[in-house]
């Protein structure tokens, strides 16, 4: 989600100088940006949001207008003219819908980017603690140990490797790089474990032992998580069995016994078949996802 928005420069000499006086209602707005690593300001964002919502409006209120007064009539062979603004006025109010819809769904998709980076941190960090507590202990420098890091790949891997661009290439002290880091991450854990780095650093404080107790400290938490996922595994298998998989045998012995007795064999058949073959996958499905969701780990 990083980069520049579309069209934002053009959006900004459009709505720049009447969004100004309301930029302080957007500072949440500017702080998840931030935390999903949209370089992107606030205002160039937003002016934007502006603009695809009204964009999205016009095409909307054209649209809505050639379907509603007129494809519609023409197929129906009714064109009255209660009709015709009966079908402008729905028009109008598809294209405010979608213009306020779009805005919406551009403001709340920082903030729902960041809660979903958050859970991916968390469940990565207690394995990349541990392996920054095993290169620290080789003796290496504590850059090198980011450096180290970033070669793992996935979301903390990404985050280590903009913190040693921000020493190596911008020649940035590690302490203010790692508090430039807590700032924008979204996970209160990582941050509080950057601002820890970033004093032992300052201080020259042991790295190695404040990792290996952190290692500790989250391995702890993971096997608790583990301990905790297991038993919402043993539950939902439970939900699962006795409401998808009985119940559905259940329901298709029922209308078998019954569809002889209404006549009605033919509906009986196509209800089974939806039974057996889209809903029972679709909720094993649903299922799978739900439990991938809530693994403890990447």
């Given at each position: 989600?990083?980069?520049k928005?579309?069209?934002?420069k053009?959006?900004?000499?459009?709505f720049?100088k009447?969004?100004e006086?309301?930029?302080?209602?957007?500072?949440t707005?500017?702080?998840?940006?931030?935390?999903v690593?949209?370089?992107?300001?606030?205002?160039?964002y937003?002016?934007?949001l502006i603009l695809?919502?009204?964009?999205?409006?016009i095409v909307?209120?054209?649209?809505?207008?050639?379907?509603?007064?007129?494809?519609?009539?023409m197929l129906?062979?009714?064109?009255?003219?209660?009709?015709a603004?009966?079908s402008?006025t729905?028009s109008i109010?598809?294209?405010?819908?979608?213009?306020?819809?779009?805005?919406l769904a551009?403001?709340y998709?920082?903030?729902t980017?960041?809660?979903?980076l958050?859970s991916?941190?968390?469940r990565?960090l207690?394995?990349?603690v541990?392996y920054?507590?095993t290169?620290?202990?080789?003796?290496?420098?504590?850059?090198?140990?980011f450096?180290?890091?970033s070669?793992?790949?996935?979301?903390?891997?990404?985050?280590?490797?903009?913190?040693?661009?921000?020493?190596n290439t911008?020649?940035?002290?590690?302490s203010?790089a790692?508090?430039k880091?807590?700032?924008?991450?979204?996970?209160?854990?990582?941050?509080?474990l950057?601002?820890s780095?970033?004093?032992i650093?300052?201080?020259?404080?042991d790295?190695?032992?404040?990792?290996?107790?952190?290692?500790k400290?989250?391995?702890?938490q993971y096997?608790?998580?583990?301990?905790?996922?297991?038993n919402?595994?043993?539950l939902?298998?439970e939900?699962?069995?006795?409401?998808?998989?009985?119940?559905s045998?259940?329901?298709?012995?029922l209308?078998?016994?019954?569809?002889?007795?209404?006549?009605?064999?033919?509906?009986s058949?196509v209800l089974q078949?939806?039974?057996?073959?889209?809903?029972?996958p679709?909720?094993?499905m649903?299922?799978?996802?739900l439990?991938?969701?809530?693994?403890?780990?990447e």
């Amino acid at each position: 989600m990083s980069g520049k928005m579309p069209l934002g420069k053009k959006a900004v000499g459009l709505f720049g100088k009447m969004l100004e006086p309301y930029l302080s209602y957007f500072d949440t707005l500017k702080l998840n940006l931030k935390k999903v690593g949209v370089r992107t300001p606030v205002n160039e964002y937003v002016c934007a949001l502006i603009l695809y919502s009204l964009i999205g409006f016009i095409v909307a209120l054209i649209v809505g207008s050639l379907v509603f007064a007129y494809f519609i009539p023409m197929l129906t062979n009714n064109i009255s003219g209660y009709d015709a603004v009966y079908s402008y006025t729905l028009s109008i109010i598809i294209a405010i819908l979608t213009g306020g819809g779009v805005f919406l769904a551009g403001y709340y998709l920082p903030p729902t980017k960041a809660k979903s980076l958050k859970s991916k941190i968390d469940r990565s960090l207690p394995f990349a603690v541990f392996y920054m507590a095993t290169t620290a202990s080789s003796g290496i420098n504590h850059t090198e140990i980011f450096n180290m890091l970033s070669k793992r790949g996935g979301v903390i891997g990404d985050e280590a490797g903009r913190i040693y661009n921000d020493v190596n290439t911008l020649g940035m002290d590690l302490s203010d790089a790692l508090q430039k880091a807590a700032v924008r991450t979204p996970s209160n854990l990582f941050a509080d474990l950057l601002w820890s780095m970033a004093t032992i650093v300052t201080t020259g404080g042991d790295m190695q032992k404040y990792l290996s107790g952190k290692t500790k400290s989250f391995m702890a938490q993971y096997r608790r998580n583990l301990n905790n996922y297991a038993n919402q595994i043993a539950l939902y298998t439970e939900i699962y069995v006795t409401l998808v998989i009985v119940g559905s045998l259940f329901f298709i012995v029922l209308l078998s016994i019954l569809s002889p007795m209404v006549g009605g064999s033919g509906f009986s058949l196509v209800l089974q078949t939806f039974l057996v073959f889209f809903f029972i996958p679709a909720v094993s499905m649903g299922f799978i996802v739900l439990l991938k969701g809530i693994y403890p780990s990447e």
